[in-house]
């Protein structure tokens, strides 16, 4: 399986912004759904949004929606995450995962995890 790595996270004040990437190691994302989970202390690991191969379909928990975009760059390998207007219920650690199975709810990898980022939002 393609290895997946995470940068970008940091610590940002409320009303901030992050971009997050991921990129493929060690071979590609292949022709399937990506997708970034995120996991605060205590939580469960819950989709933040998901891209088909070609982007024509994305998908965002009603929380980010209007704040956060998905985008993904097939010829490099390269898939990313806008994060704007951050909330301290931002806080998380944020995966990105491979071969996701937007088919079925809920969303689940069937793929690969990257070793997650930290994004830690102050009030």
Do not use: H
């Amino acid at each position: 399986q393609v290895q997946l790595v995470e940068s970008g996270g940091g610590l940002v004040q409320a009303g901030g912004s992050l971009r997050l990437s991921c990129a493929a190691s060690g071979g590609s994302f292949g022709p399937v759904a990506m997708g970034w989970f995120r996991q605060a202390p205590g939580g469960a690991r819950d989709v933040v949004a998901t891209i088909v191969y070609d982007s024509s379909v994305k998908y965002y928990t009603p929380s980010v929606r209007g704040r956060f975009a998905i985008s993904r760059y097939n010829a490099n390998d390269t898939m990313y995450l806008q994060m704007n207007f951050l909330k301290p219920e931002d806080t998380a650690v944020y995966y990105c995962a491979s071969d996701v199975d937007v088919w079925s709810w809920p969303y689940r990898t069937r793929g690969s995890w990257g070793q997650g980022t930290q994004v830690t939002v102050s009030s």
